[in-house]
């Protein structure tokens, strides 16, 4: 197996994981999204999350949830695609799957040191910012970089 499919876990693995993580002192930040056509607003994105703490968590939206957040014509890259895409990335530690259309049940099995979403959010309407900051965790957004976004790049192809 290639080293970064080994990063895509089920839920019983990325629990193991995150009490190993823990046990050894280990800061877990937890970020979830879409993530169809990486770019370069996707990167910057990831790798200030990662910053926040030591071990980065992923959570993928399966297609299905992805066509019933966005629209029936999305994704455009399929589970499988976004999710090794995103494991081969340096700064993501853990990528996992997930066809709620929250990561609530993650985040509560999880619970994450540090929740984080983009700055379109606040903070408190966050999906699970009640299980972190219950725990002593943190919720944090992050800026996007302007002009980065998958919806502008499919308009750009669809306009050619």
């Not at 979830?32 to 990662?50: S, W």
């Not at 965790?137 to 499919?154: A, H, M, N, Q, R």
């Amino acid at each position: 197996m290639t080293f970064y499919k080994s990063k895509i876990v089920t839920l019983e693995a990325l629990s193991v994981l995150r009490k190993t993580w823990k046990e050894a002192g280990e800061t877990v930040v937890f970020t979830n999204g879409c993530f169809d056509i990486l770019h370069r607003g996707h990167v910057d994105y990831l790798n200030k999350a990662a910053a926040l703490g030591t071990k980065l968590i992923v959570a993928v939206n399966s297609d299905k949830s992805v066509s019933t957040i966005k629209s029936p014509t999305r994704p455009i890259q399929d589970e499988i695609s976004r999710s090794e895409i995103m494991a081969s990335m340096g700064c993501v530690d853990a990528v996992i799957l997930f066809s709620e259309d929250t990561p609530y049940n993650l985040i509560k099995t999880l619970v994450p040191d540090i929740l984080v979403k983009g700055a379109d959010y606040k903070p408190e309407e966050i999906v699970g910012y009640d299980i972190v900051t219950g725990n002593g965790g943190k919720v944090l957004t992050l800026d996007f970089l302007p002009g980065y976004s998958t919806s502008l790049i499919e308009k750009k192809i669809k306009e050619g």
